[in-house]
């Protein structure tokens, strides 16, 4: 069976590249997404599949099969505030952009919902088709999980997939110890107003900020091993708007990432060490605002190795490897946290010489990746008992 469910994907290829593009033309945020949620909503109506929505209206969820178990299959659906330089024919206009594939991953959902409505009496158990939000916001999974997603019925293990963009199509990477924690932070510096020409009169949030920047900097290069896998980066830095007017406050945003919780502990404690008495010295005032805190993505060994065994059963042609390892993050985490989950990485990596990462403005997926991301989900499924 599961050979067939790859065959009947590839069939599904021109429908599937038609629904990816329309998706993609109209990248929405966060937890608003009307004209994504719509786009949906009238796909699972046009199969026969009966769905509910949370999160006010921006979040889908479809259900099939039946029995005591139950499997959740998600899919993100969110873009990022970002203009689209791809030059694709079906480039976003909006300001917007589907710069991380989420675009593609819910095609994918809906094309292994088609599939599975077909194959809906060789179900073992319930699927739950979830159409999420707020994915790059780390806003998403929560927000759904205390709608309740995982109760009524109760959700006994999750799976998720995601596009890559440097791997070579047909290619499949899976792990454990998947993805990092985020630990997302707001730090504000209030000083005091002058005259550029008068320093002297003020206090300069500027140079506060660009102290704790640098000291954030060495306290990953001096107070963490290498081999902990650290990243601490700030990604936004904004202040004033006079070139001769030393401003009242400085805002930095950053992120700190890591395998390990205690070493995530042990930073946040230094992190805010550094941004108090760094301040303090400059006789500035400051404060840390928590913007997201998701965990490490850890992945069940023995569903992983369950879901592989029937991959190789569906396309003998894939190449599946082990070890998946990245810095990157995904609130799936959170899914994770709380039952047995797995969570591929699936190659769509463009025949082109210039190759770009995820979150870039050029970046491009290979749709030849629809087919067998649909097929991953409805294989999956198809396979949970």
Known sequence: ????????????????????????????LGLELPQTVSFVKNKLTELGIPFETKVNGNCIVGYLGSGERCLLLRADMDGLPMFEESQLSYASQNGNMHACGHDIHTTALLGAAKLLKKHEQDLKGKIKLLFQPGEETFEGARAVIKEGILENPK??????VHVASTLPVKTIAYGTLTATSVFGFKITIT????????????????????TIYQALQELIA?????????????????????????????VLQGTLRTFDSETK???????????????????AE????????????????????????ALNLMNAELKIISGLHTTGSDDFAVYANEVP?????????????????????????????????????????????
């Open 1 to 28: 069976m599961y050979s067939s469910i790859y065959t009947e994907s590839k069939e599904m290829y021109d429908e599937l590249k038609e629904w990816r593009r329309e998706l993609h033309k109209t990248p929405e």
């Open 155 to 160: 959700v006994d293990a999750a799976f998720a």
């Open 191 to 210: 000083g005091k107003g002058t005259h550029g020409a008068m320093p002297q009169n003020g206090i300069d949030p500027i140079n506060v900020g660009v």
């Open 222 to 250: 001096r107070e963490c091993a290498p081999s902990k896998e650290v990243s601490l980066t700030i990604g936004q830095f904004n202040s004033g708007t006079m070139n001769n007017v030393i401003p009242e406050t400085a």
């Open 265 to 283: 502990q042990y930073l946040i404690t230094r992190i805010k060490e550094i941004v108090k008495n760094i301040s303090k010295a400059f006789r």
């Open 286 to 309: 400051s404060k840390i605002e928590v913007l997201t805190d998701i965990p490490v993505l850890c992945c069940d060994e023995k569903r992983n190795e369950e879901i592989v065994k």
């Open 341 to 385: 989950a797995s969570y591929f990485m699936i190659g769509a990596k463009e025949n082109s010489n210039t190759i770009y990462a995820h979150h870039n403005p050029k970046v491009c997926f290979n749709e030849q990746v629809l087919p067998i991301a649909a097929a991953v989900y409805a294989c999956t499924a198809l396979d949970w008992k």
